[in-house]
């Protein structure tokens, strides 16, 4: 099946060949995008191989990007592959956390359950394998954390030299270890992601390095699995909403690419609203969408403690613009506050996630409050990263220590404090009543 890539500028929609590397379009400067001549699918016969391929052994049957390869068909050769079983990430009942949003009924979807802890490696595994395939031995990326640990931990596993750059004091532990223990190349630069991206952009052009940050058109195709597990698992039926964190608009972009061919190849028989919930810090997305006919502006100076999506200029954002509205669907923001509370009430479910991800419960509760989403909608709400990613947050927040940007003090609404207690029986008992 040929792939080419794809100018995505409606006046311009050039093609070039899947083994350029290049991640804007040469001659107008817009996003690319993987496209495919789909003209021989057999949606029955492909779902059945699908389901068939869940009881194998072989590598690539049991990840959950490459399962679904003839919807991702850019690589001429699986020996480039690069997996580590990713996907597979199970929807999650959270009843709890539908009552706390407004809903009857809500379902997460958990990236989170991925070998990084975060639903880049679903992009990753195509990012790297087409490094290889490119024959590109150093590959780099600019990360608020999770893409850079997911980078690294790909490229170690395929042979290739991770060079990531990271916005200095700006990102968790939990993925700064990550990027450290898959032996990455790490630079913690002084300046923020928007200005390290377009550093590393220059970079990479200059040092022959593969960049991998969600620019890169074959991240994209790997992140379109979320949405094809997502609906595999249901049998099919779309869900109303598929509510997602914005931050560079990769997944977004992604999600609503997905949906668009499932339905144009009849995988699925509507469409679902895609609702991206920003933080009121970093919302240019948000300020954007809801100003029609304006120019679309960065924040120079984007802040929240959901470092993942602090994100002033996120470059996909004509992609993202265009998926929610070929969607129908919105874009809405929510406060720190709001954020750090609805990631309790996840984490209340057994389910638990990083800040960024908790975004999508808030924006749920404030879009049922608001009359914008009905309380009986049927709603897959993605959790982009595991609890662990940040565990500095969370023993803040239950300890009443969690500041937001210029020194607020974010109330510990649902805190759970540890107890200090002197090594006696009795008065452990007495405590535990
Ligand atoms: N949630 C988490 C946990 C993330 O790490 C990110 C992005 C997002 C949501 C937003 O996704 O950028 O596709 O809109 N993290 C990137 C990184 C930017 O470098 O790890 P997006």
Redesign the pocket.
């Known amino acids: 099946m040929p792939a080419e890539l794809i100018c995505f500028e409606s006046s311009c929609r050039a093609r070039y060949a899947v083994t350029e590397v290049i991640y804007n379009c040469p001659r107008c400067g817009g996003l690319l995008e993987a496209g495919y001549d789909f003209s021989s699918v057999a949606a029955g016969e492909w779902k059945r191989i699908w389901r068939q391929r869940r009881t194998s052994n072989a590598p690539l049957d049991q990840s959950g990007v490459w399962r679904y390869r003839e919807l991702i068909p850019f690589l001429d050769d699986y020996r480039h592959v690069v997996t580590l079983r990713e996907g597979n990430t199970p929807l999650l009942d959270a009843g709890r956390a539908a009552a706390y949003g407004g809903l009857r009924r809500l379902t997460f979807k958990h990236q989170g359950f991925n070998p990084t802890g975060?639903?880049?490696d679903n992009g990753m595994t195509c990012g790297a394998s087409q490094a290889r395939r490119l024959g590109m031995q150093r590959v780099a990326?600019?990360?608020?954390?999770?893409?850079?640990a997911s980078m690294a931990a790909y490229a170690a596993a395929g042979g290739l030299q991770p060079a990531i750059f990271i916005p200095h004091g700006n990102i968790s532990y939990g993925k700064l270890a990550q990027a450290l223990e898959y032996g990455a190349k790490t630079l913690q630069v002084e300046a923020n992601?928007d200005q390290i991206l377009k550093l590393v952009r220059v970079l990479a052009e200059k040092l022959g390095i593969y960049l991998l940050n969600?620019i890169n058109p074959f991240r994209i195709e790997g992140q379109k699995t979320i949405i094809i597990e997502m609906m595999d698992q249901r049998d099919w039926q779309a869900p109303d909403w598929i509510v997602v964190?914005?931050?560079?608009?990769?997944?977004?972009s992604a999600f609503g690419k997905a949906l668009r061919e499932l339905r144009e190849l009849g995988f699925i028989d509507r469409t679902p609203k895609l609702a991206v919930i920003q933080a009121a810090g970093s919302a240019p997305f948000y300020e954007y969408m809801s100003n029609p006919g304006g120019r679309f502006q960065a924040v120079e100076h984007p802040e929240t403690l959901a470092t993942?999506?602090k994100?002033g200029d996120?470059v996909?954002w004509p992609k993202a613009k265009h998926e929610v509205i070929a969607s129908g669907g919105l874009v809405e923001k929510v406060t720190e506050q709001e954020i750090a509370d609805a990631k309790v009430q996840i984490g209340l479910c057994g389910i638990g996630c990083?800040p960024?991800?908790a975004a999508t419960l808030a924006g749920i509760r404030k879009l049922t409050a608001a009359g914008k989403m009905d309380a009986g909608a049927d709603v897959v709400a993605v959790l982009?990263?595991n609890l662990l990613?940040d565990p500095d947050y969370i023993f803040r927040y239950h300890t009443g220590q969690l500041e937001a940007p210029g020194g607020v003090r974010i109330e510990s609404t649902f805190g759970n404090r540890p107890v200090v207690v002197a090594n006696d029986a009795e008065e452990i008992a007495a405590l535990l009543g």
Do not use: D
């Open positions: 975060s639903f880049k990326c600019v990360s608020t954390g999770n893409t850079s992601f969600s964190p914005g931050g560079n608009l990769g997944n977004v993942a999506i994100i996120p996909s990083e960024a991800s982009t990263g990613k």
